[in-house]
């Protein structure tokens, strides 16, 4: 089924680093600006900060990012979120969630980027995706039944995390739900010894653009172009 774009080697180097870390943290700051800025009461927020510790990201910089959201600070966050629906190279459908707090600069550099591919109206593309609640979480436990887990959180489907977002003698699960019950299944989880990495409400394809392993790599390098700007938040594509 499938998530989000996994931008490939977004660790090689400082500047790549620099750019995840920024990207957390402003995911921290929109979860605790949208809901509780407590992480026990708010799935995202928790799930960002979970996130940002995996990084390596400072505690001090977490705690500032959700006092910044939170209205805490002399800071004012005016971040707003943007779904771009278009085309990368070859047809194949894509949304770019950004979260910024300029959304003509935002809207110039996409058009940019999607030069390469096409850029659609709202409508265009969101139509070939199912929007779902999408948890990730691990345990620390091989071979756990992650089967019998989805059940008992409540979650519709899940599927096996990729081998290397699994610590060693862990499980690691991706649970898909309805978006009224993204809370719940998160809250259930973590009572259940997982630990939540993901909760978000997702773009999940319905379908997935047949294309050669050459065109592939041609689109790979098209959304890891457009997942590298400061403003990206999430992309997703249907393609496996």
Known sequence: MGAQWKHAGRLENSGKRGALISKLVKEIT????????NPDNNPRLRAGVEAAKKASVPRDTI?????????????????????????????VPVIVECVTENKNRTAADIRVLFRKGSLGAVGSVSWMFDRQGVVEATIPKAGMDIEGAAIESGAQ????????????????????CELTDLDSVSKALTQGGW??????????AKSFAEITDEQKKEVAEFLNAVDEHDDVHRVYAALR
């Open 30 to 37: 929109v979860a605790a600006k949208g809901g509780d800025p």
């Open 63 to 91: 705690d500032r990012a959700i006092k910044k959201g939170a209205g805490l600070l002399d800071e004012q966050v005016q971040y707003e979120t943007i779904a771009y629906e278009g085309f990368a190279p070859h047809r």
């Open 157 to 176: 489907n899940v599927e096996p995390l990729e081998a290397e977002d699994v610590p060693a003698g862990h499980t690691g699960a991706r649970f898909f």
């Open 195 to 204: 630990t939540v990495t993901l909760s978000e409400f997702s773009y999940i």
